[in-house]
């Protein structure tokens, strides 16, 4: 894949993630709770920019299970909070950097963790 390439893929990484994440919005403002639709789509954006700083582990089961792990434990505190529908307050808007932050942290700790768990770790010769 030349550079020219994988630098226009980059460029549309976040449109398209907006656009992936539209039905999930959609569901929570059918339900009338757009306000929690909006936090959904702001942590579930995070961690989706989060994984793609990781992309080139997307073969790696633990990377799968520390990001749905993570994703789990943000949403419960989201979820948590009475979010008001008509608008979006700060700490909603605020809520992406320590979201983007939690998950490429856990996912770099499991990552430092796995890199000794490979075969023969264990072994001494």
Same mark, same amino acid.
């Given at each position: 894949?030349?550079?020219d390439n994988?630098?226009?893929?980059?460029? #549309?990484f976040?449109?398209?993630a907006?656009l992936?994440?539209? %039905?999930?919005?959609?569901?929570?403002? #059918?339900?009338?709770?757009?306000g929690l639709?909006r936090?959904?789509?702001?942590?579930?954006g995070?961690n989706?920019?989060?994984?793609?700083k #990781?992309?080139?582990?997307k073969r790696?089961v !633990?990377? !799968?299970?520390?990001v749905v792990?993570a994703?789990f434990?943000?949403?419960a505190v989201?979820?948590?909070?009475a !979010?008001?529908?008509?608008?979006? %307050?700060r700490?909603?808007l605020?809520?992406?950097? %320590?979201?983007? !932050?939690?998950?490429?942290?856990a996912?770099a700790?499991a990552?430092?963790?796995?890199?000794?768990?490979?075969?023969?770790a264990?072994?001494?010769?």
């Amino acid at each position: 894949m030349s550079s020219d390439n994988r630098n226009k893929k980059d460029e #549309y990484f976040g449109f398209f993630a907006g656009l992936a994440l539209l %039905p999930i919005l959609f569901l929570f403002i #059918y339900y009338r709770q757009a306000g929690l639709g909006r936090i959904v789509f702001i942590v579930v954006g995070g961690n989706l920019f989060a994984l793609r700083k #990781y992309w080139g582990l997307k073969r790696e089961v !633990w990377l !799968w299970a520390v990001v749905v792990a993570a994703m789990f434990a943000e949403l419960a505190v989201v979820c948590s909070v009475a !979010w008001p529908n008509d608008r979006i %307050p700060r700490a909603g808007l605020v809520l992406i950097l %320590p979201v983007f !932050w939690l998950t490429t942290g856990a996912i770099a700790f499991a990552r430092k963790f796995m890199a000794g768990a490979g075969p023969g770790a264990g072994v001494e010769s």
